[in-house]
């Protein structure tokens, strides 16, 4: 029983790290329409230009804010030379400028910054708590607990900001309906960059968490191919549902490499989450808390 | 503000559409030279069928062709005395020109109420500001006001429009574009929405140019009309007189001098030749 409670609570933890990465992509398709295939490199250069300051000699607070404006410029160069062009286009067509884009991104970094592989620091490490440890002998990580802690910190921002706030309306006006947003004077770019801001942003911390437990390399690009099942799990339009799919994928593939995985070889953590995402389209497409289409008859 | 208005002196142009020549796609030509006057504090009505260009006129004015590849290629809009047709409609919302697009456009997902507050947006007023302003529109539309709380998308026909409507209205517009609001609505709620509109045109002294198909019910409201036929104006005259027009008469509200035409005096076209058989 404990040896379960372990892996289900390491595998809850690493889950909310793949959250990190599918809430950029909530964030940009609930806005603008845009699948952003550009997230896992958007990550992957958030976290490459936080090093790459601190490298420079930056202390932490100066690299982080430093990193952040980088992602903002990012996003709103995005928006003005790849999106605006693009406007009224299919959304399969913004989808390959997209894929364009993680190109661009990636060579942008790496060009920039040096393609070695780094570690990064955020000075808290990776062992288990000791009080739990001894209370209950279950080994939990201080660090898986520090990532599930912003997580949370950045889903209730984000829900705040999206529910109450004059611009977090009219960011769900514009991705419900363009055409009607504007007719009422919301103005589309400012709103795009904001989005592409926020998603930028977003992609910092989780290219800060990441890079800290993997380290900064170009493999955190496919840490976005991992946020795939889970936004398919939560619906793509859903920022909870990108915490609950998060939750629910990094617990099964663990319970699942652990006890299943040793009747076919083990390994299997690495598609499991695929099998499970193409079963739950199967069942519900919309995800678990994405939006209905609404239709009226 | 002094309170003396000029409206109706024929020099004192307010919404002035001057022979404009609408373009879609580089290639499709859509209206061939609309000119058209809005006086102040008035209902103007545009007429025509499927396709003569209403829509597109009203599109025109709120500069919202640009996001369906339209192009005014010639003429100019004019509001209030300044050109306004190369603004954003941002800009024009600001100015206090809003247009209510054809088929409501609701945010589906949004509740009523959370639509009402984004027509707020270009005015960026305090919480209280904004509560009165609310609390106005639910005093035109009630009904808004009791179903809240509920997403748009799961609301009748006629609340969609309503809330249309009062979605504009938060925006604190001197004019609204209406683009169509009849349509696909029971008669008895068609009238609720006029009898809206004209209440808002005398108590908020909001100006309207609407577009509309069932003629009868817009000449009743309206003080003016144009009637568009292949994207030019083709009859224009104050609403009354052209509710009396026989070619009016006889072509868009389905009666002639003959009194109504009754369907079995109406020859049938017998096809002759069957193509199976």
């Not at chain 1, 004059?166 to 514009?174: H, P, T």
């Not at chain 2, 003396?4 to 030509?29: G, K």
């Not at chain 2, 209440?199 to 609407?210: G, W």
């Amino acid at each position: 029983m404990q040896f379960f409670l372990e892996v289900l609570i390491g595998g809850l933890l690493s889950g909310v790290m793949y959250s990190f990465v599918a809430l950029g992509f909530v964030l940009i398709y609930k806005a603008s329409g845009v699948f952003n295939f550009a997230q896992g490199a958007m990550v992957f250069a958030a976290a490459l230009t936080f090093v790459g300051f601190q490298e420079l000699g930056a202390p932490f607070w100066l690299a982080l804010l430093l990193a952040f404006a980088v992602m903002v410029v990012l996003g709103v160069l995005t928006e003005r030379i790849v999106l605006r062009p693009l406007v009224n286009q299919p959304p399969i067509t913004l989808f390959m400028a997209t894929i364009g884009l993680t190109y661009v991104i990636e060579g942008l970094a790496q060009g920039t910054w040096g393609a070695t592989v780094r570690g990064l620091e955020l000075g808290i490490q990776d062992e288990p708590v000791q009080w739990l440890m001894e209370a209950t002998d279950i080994g939990v990580s201080k660090f898986d607990l520090f990532g599930a802690g912003i997580a949370a910190l950045l889903v209730t921002l984000l829900a705040l900001f999206f529910q109450y706030t004059r611009v977090g309306r009219a960011l769900r006006a514009v991705a419900d309906d363009h055409q009607a947003a504007l007719s009422i004077g919301i103005p589309l770019q400012t709103i795009w960059r904001i989005v592409w801001a926020v998603a930028g942003f977003v992609a910092l911390v989780a290219g800060l968490i990441w890079g800290a437990r993997n380290g900064v390399s170009f493999s955190l690009t496919f840490t976005a191919l991992k946020a795939l099942p889970v936004l398919i799990l939560g619906g793509f339009t859903s920022i909870p549902g990108a915490i609950v799919g998060g939750l629910i994928i990094g617990s099964t593939e663990k319970l699942a490499e652990v006890y299943l995985g040793q009747y076919v070889g083990g390994g299997i953590d690495s598609w499991f989450p695929y099998v499970m995402a193409l079963a739950f389209l199967l069942i519900r497409p919309e995800g678990l808390f994405g939006e209905k289409h609404i239709d009226r008859v | 503000m002094t309170t003396t208005v000029h409206h109706a002196a024929p020099d004192a142009r307010y919404l002035s559409v001057n022979n404009i020549e609408v373009i879609y796609d580089h290639v499709i030509l859509v209206l061939k030279g609309v000119s058209l006057e809005v006086p102040k504090g008035k209902i103007v009505a545009l007429l025509g069928a499927n396709g003569a260009g209403k829509s597109t006129t009203l599109k025109a004015i709120s500069n919202l062709l640009r996001a369906e590849r339209g192009d005014v290629t010639k003429g100019n809009v004019d509001f209030k005395g300044a050109r306004v047709d190369q603004m954003t409609p941002n800009d024009l919302v600001k100015r206090g020109v809003i247009q209510v697009m054809e088929g409501r456009h609701c945010f589906a997902h949004l509740s009523l109420e959370e639509n009402l507050l984004t027509g707020a947006y270009t005015r960026g007023i305090s919480r209280t500001e904004l509560k009165q302003s609310l609390e106005k529109v639910y005093h035109y539309f009630p009904r808004l006001k009791q179903r809240r709380m509920t997403q748009a998308g799961y609301t009748s026909g006629g609340e969609q429009q309503m809330c249309a409507i009062g979605r504009a209205l938060m925006a604190k517009p001197e004019m609204i574009l209406l683009d169509e609001p009849s349509m696909g609505l029971a008669p008895q709620i068609v009238e609720e929405i006029f009898e809206i509109v004209r209440d808002l045109n005398s108590s908020e002294q909001v100006s309207f140019l609407l577009a509309e198909q069932n003629t009868m019910v817009a000449l009743r409201y309206a003080d003016f009309g144009y009637i568009l036929e292949n994207g030019r104006v083709v009859m224009e005259g104050e609403a009354k007189e052209l509710a009396s027009n026989e070619d009016v008469k006889e072509f868009y509200l389905g009666l002639s001098s003959a009194g109504r035409k009754s369907f079995r005096d109406v020859k049938h076209y017998r096809r002759r030749k069957r193509w199976l058989s």
